[in-house]
């Protein structure tokens, strides 16, 4: 795998740092290493797609570490225990990458199919190659090479992540009523 490709990954990939960083926003305090453990696991729960079940006691200090060296959390003694909080730059920094994360399960789907489809230039394949993952791993239904499928609003989701590769003009996000394989569909996204 060449320098490049391995940079653009590191860019859009969800790693223990995004994950850390965003449990401590859902919890909207501070964690103990127990509860942050804890609240990591269940991200999944929350988002479609980004799973983090490989997850280790290693990658997660390595991720506390990295966090505090940037200034995104930081770390309290109380009790005898660590307790995380999020800074001001760590809160900031949620915000954009909560586009990116994973795409929110509504109560209620709204009937409508979000089609995501791409034709980027072979100039550009480690970029193709890597979009084309982040949508699977975002969740979304794979009809045909550059064509994709979920039943949720992931508008923010898909031009974040072609905007982070630079292929936004090259992304299409179309919004329909009525798809051929419906049945086969709402079966797999259990509707």
């Known amino acids: 795998m060449d320098k490049k490709y391995k940079e653009l990954l590191r860019k859009v990939g969800i790693g223990a740092s995004k994950a850390i960083l ?58 005898h225990e660590q307790v995380f ?54 969740g979304l239904a794979h009809l045909q090479q550059s064509v994709f499928v979920h039943p949720y609003e992931c508008r923010d989701q898909v031009y974040y992540l072609a905007g982070l590769l630079f292929i936004k003009p090259s992304v299409r996000y179309i919004v329909a009523e009525e798809i051929t394989g419906e049945k086969d569909l709402r079966h797999r996204f259990g509707l």
Do not use: C, H
């Open 22 to 79: 965003i449990s401590l926003f859902m919890a909207g305090a501070a964690a103990t290493y127990g509860g942050l453990v804890s609240l990591v696991k269940n991200i999944e729960e929350l988002f479609e797609g980004k799973a983090l079940q490989n997850l280790n006691q290693e990658q997660l200090d390595k991720a506390i570490k990295y966090l505090k060296s940037r200034k995104l959390v930081e770390v309290q003694k109380s009790y």
């Open 85 to 138: 909080k999020l800074t001001k730059l760590g809160r900031r920094r949620v915000k954009k990458l909560l586009k990116s994360f994973g795409i929110v399960k509504p109560k209620k789907w709204d009937g409508k199919w979000r089609i995501v489809v791409f034709d980027v230039p072979e100039t550009k394949k480690a970029e193709r190659d890597i979009f084309r993952g982040q949508l699977k791993t975002l």
